[in-house]
């Protein structure tokens, strides 16, 4: 303020510059002070929300450990899971909700609402998360099912990441021989051991190797005579491929 030369100058400076500026100071600092004490506002309330869900999805977790043949505590287990879905959607716990009500789904045999649930669950996911892969890897499986091989094939080509490529192959290799290409369900199983033992994929490797063997079965010429319970045991596996089907959910790991 030197260019002023009293005192009094310096005061109307001052005066003038108030009333050019002094009620947008004012607002800048109610902004400023609005803005910290909402952001500590919302961290709060967003713990709590989070600390809300987690409680609301230990109790769905109970619920569905005591549905087992109970009808009446599988409806309040899909109630629950429901109710975590509407109140907590962006949250991990309601994509949570999402997979287990797929797999009640699949377990009644609705596989249309399976697959709902499953799609639901991936349009709350970040792609390439582990939610999102196995997701993706169980709506595979569910299309399959519905005799979609197609769009199953299509969903397992992108592969997985990391330690799920080995499910993704195991998949694979299921629905191929579901749909009757037992060469390239060969490859797929072969891919699914390789890739387990390189990344340490969780997949029953002693599955896999029955599948395998179900695919290569020893020729009877081959076996010798006095081996009847090793012949049973061949066939007995040979059955179970030819006859069964692959699990829809959960036999990724």
């Given at each position: 303020?030197?260019?002023?030369?009293?005192?009094?100058?310096?005061?109307?400076?001052?005066?003038?510059?108030?009333n050019e500026n002094g009620r947008s100071?004012?607002?800048?600092?109610?902004?400023?002070?609005?803005?910290?004490?909402?952001?500590?506002?919302?961290?709060?309330?967003?713990?709590?929300?989070?600390?809300?869900?987690?409680?609301?999805?230990?109790?769905l977790l109970q619920t569905?450990?005591?549905?087992?043949?109970?009808?009446?505590q599988r409806q309040a287990?899909?109630?629950?899971?429901?109710q975590l879905k509407s109140d907590y959607t962006g949250s991990t716990y309601a994509q949570f909700a999402a997979l287990h009500l797929a797999r009640l789904a699949v377990a009644d045999g609705d596989l249309a609402e399976a697959e709902a649930q499953l799609r639901w669950a991936l349009g709350k996911t970040d792609k390439g998360s582990d939610m999102a892969l196995v997701a993706q890897l169980r709506l595979a499986r569910v299309l399959a099912s519905q005799g979609d091989t197609d769009?199953?094939?299509?969903?397992?080509?992108?592969?997985g990441e990391g330690v799920y490529q080995a499910s993704y192959a195991l998949a694979r290799g299921d629905v191929l021989l579901g749909s009757g290409r037992q060469d390239e369900a060969r490859q797929a199983y072969s891919q699914a051991m390789?890739?387990?033992?390189?990344?340490?994929?969780?997949?029953?490797?002693?599955?896999?190797?029955?599948k395998l063997q179900s695919l290569n079965p020893v020729p009877v010429r081959e076996l010798q005579a006095d081996q009847p319970d090793s012949v049973e045991a061949d066939q007995a596996v040979l059955d179970e491929a030819v006859d069964g089907s692959p699990e829809v959910v959960g036999e990724e790991g």
């Open positions: 303020m030197d260019q002023y030369r009293t005192e009094e100058e310096q005061v109307e400076a001052l005066r003038r510059w108030w100071t004012i607002a800048a600092i109610i902004i400023a002070l609005s803005a910290g004490f909402g952001w500590q506002s919302w961290k709060g309330y967003d713990q709590s929300l989070k600390e809300s869900a987690s409680d609301s999805y230990q109790v569905l450990a005591q549905a087992e043949g109970s009808s009446e287990a899909s109630n629950m899971a429901e769009q199953a094939l299509a969903i397992l080509a992108q592969g390789m890739l387990a033992a390189q990344s340490g994929g969780q997949v029953n490797m002693g599955m896999v190797e029955q």
